[in-house]
């Protein structure tokens, strides 16, 4: 069986690859390969990549590759985990924002639109070289912003199985567990729990707890209200949380506090572009020791908990046919049958041979579907500008965005934008 990583070159792929290993009995990979079209990134990753899975006996070998069609060629798997225009990019998208007044972030407003902009063309080629080399075979994108690629694809690759994955959902998930073990004293293993989650990518609302299929809820709102209440400045306004029942994915605060967010960024630099270029220097001198066997602890600055984790149990359950639940991008197809069958949502869904079925569900509270058909409203636009480079499309969807700038502002940011990623952005000035 052959997987193939497009961005092998991202200092995630050790941990990558230790998860891979950590599951060869249950799923029997023979090549990895690690696509980049950034040799020399791939050369360090790669090289560090191929030394872990040699030190634990070579169970599969490690294929280096900048050729995108060779690697996708037979692939039972392709994973996503590019970032068009490197980490640069993502420092553009920070400060656009920032100099606009806008908030500086990569997958959430101006800069989340830029991303998008860049992204999708690319991942559209990609399904369309899995399309002719590797038919049947499963697309699981991590490229943020991870919601709104999954959306491009479900327009406009329907015919390629894809799937859009995020982390948020499993560290909600880990976080709740150790809260409750310090409550109770007693360990629960994450198999036996469930998350209940819907929204979108970023925007989404976590609402519902079960453990061996109990609702376990009100002692999770509980137990987080409770730590809210001990902490001196808490990260969210308790009577908010009280009164929905819920508690927000943490890019909501973008959106519930953007005065605070804003003043925040006022004292940049650092961004967090800015931080993790350090990081990522530091770790890429690590990783090409010839003596490091093993992923490093300086990879958790990074970010990215549980990433491998994410990963390979997805890919685990479609393989096996497990019907496992997993919180996923994927369309909604009627699951929420008040809201449009083809938005794409981040919600609970079973992953198995078949597919990838959401599960039905109810829909959020008015509160929190307004901001949400305000910001599907901008990924739709979004798509449609980067798949023709419709430059009214992106008008209307700086426009329409809650965190976007003043309708008299509209088209010097957008102006801004195009210019500031104008060799990734190609389709914008034939």
């Given at each position: ?19 891979f290993?950590a599951?060869?009995?249950?799923f ?25 899975v ?7 070998i ?12 037979g ?7 590019l970032?068009v ?9 920070e400060?656009?924002g ?16 830029a991303?998008a ?9 990609i ?10 075979a499963i697309?699981?994108?991590?490229t ?6 999954a ?5 406009y690759?329907p ?11 499993i ?8 809260r409750?073990e310090?409550?109770?004293g007693?360990?629960i ?19 519902g ?7 376990a809820?009100p ?16 990260e969210w306004?308790?009577?908010s ?13 973008y ?6 967010k ?7 630099p650092?961004?967090r ?22 992923p ?10 549980y990433?491998?984790?994410v ?15 997993h ?15 083809h ?8 992953v ?10 109810q ?9 949400i ?33 003043s309708?008299?502002r ?7 934008l ?10 914008f000035?034939?």
């Amino acid at each position: 069986m052959k997987v193939t990583v497009i961005g092998g070159g991202s200092t995630y792929t050790p941990e990558l690859v230790s998860g891979f290993l950590a599951r060869m009995e249950k799923f029997p990979l023979s090549e990895l390969w690690l696509m980049d079209i950034d040799p020399q990134r791939l050369e360090i990753v790669g090289g560090f990549a191929q030394r872990i899975v040699e030190s634990h006996g070579s169970p599969f070998i490690v294929v280096l590759s900048t050729d995108q069609r060779a690697a996708v060629d037979g692939a039972s798997y392709v994973t996503t985990q590019l970032r068009v225009g490197q980490m640069e990019a993502r420092r553009r998208d920070e400060y656009l924002g920032q100099r606009h007044g806008l908030i500086g972030q990569e997958t959430t407003g101006v800069g989340g639109m830029a991303k998008a902009m860049r992204t999708i063309p690319v991942i559209l080629k990609i399904a369309e070289d899995m399309r002719q080399l590797a038919p049947g075979a499963i697309l699981v994108n991590f490229t943020n912003p991870a919601g709104l690629v999954a959306q491009a694809l479900s327009q406009y690759a329907p015919d390629v199985l894809s799937v859009g994955v995020c982390n948020v959902p499993i560290t909600t998930k880990m976080s709740i567990l150790e809260r409750l073990e310090k409550v109770t004293g007693q360990y629960i293993a994450p198999e036996r729990a469930e998350l209940q989650t819907l929204g979108l990518n970023h925007l989404s609302w976590h609402r519902g707890f079960t453990i061996d299929g109990e609702d376990a809820w009100p002692q999770v709102m509980a137990s987080y209200l409770a730590e809210l209440r001990t902490q001196e400045h808490p990260e969210w306004d308790i009577r908010s949380l009280e009164v929905l029942g819920m508690i927000p994915n943490y890019y909501l605060q973008y959106y519930y506090y953007t005065a605070k967010k804003l003043a925040a960024q006022a004292n940049w630099p650092p961004s967090r572009a800015d931080e993790v270029m350090l990081v990522e220097e530091a770790l890429l001198r690590q990783y090409a020791d010839p003596a490091l066997k093993e992923p490093p602890a300086d990879l958790m600055k990074r970010g990215g908990a549980y990433y491998s984790t994410v990963a390979t149990q997805l890919l685990t359950a479609h393989y096996n046919n497990l019907g496992e639940t997993h919180v996923v991008n994927v369309p909604n197809q009627g699951a929420v049958p008040e809201w449009p069958a083809h938005w794409v949502l981040e919600m609970p869904a079973s992953v198995s041979r078949s597919g990838i079925q959401p599960h039905p569900t109810q829909p959020l509270p008015l509160a929190c579907f307004g901001l949400i058909a305000q910001v599907k409203s901008f990924e739709l636009l979004t798509v449609e500008a980067a798949v023709h480079g419709d430059r009214q499309a992106a008008y209307q969807a700086l426009l329409a965005h809650p965190l976007g700038p003043s309708a008299d502002r509209v088209q010097a940011v957008l102006d801004d934008l195009l210019e500031t990623h104008r060799d990734y952005l190609p389709r914008f000035w034939q």
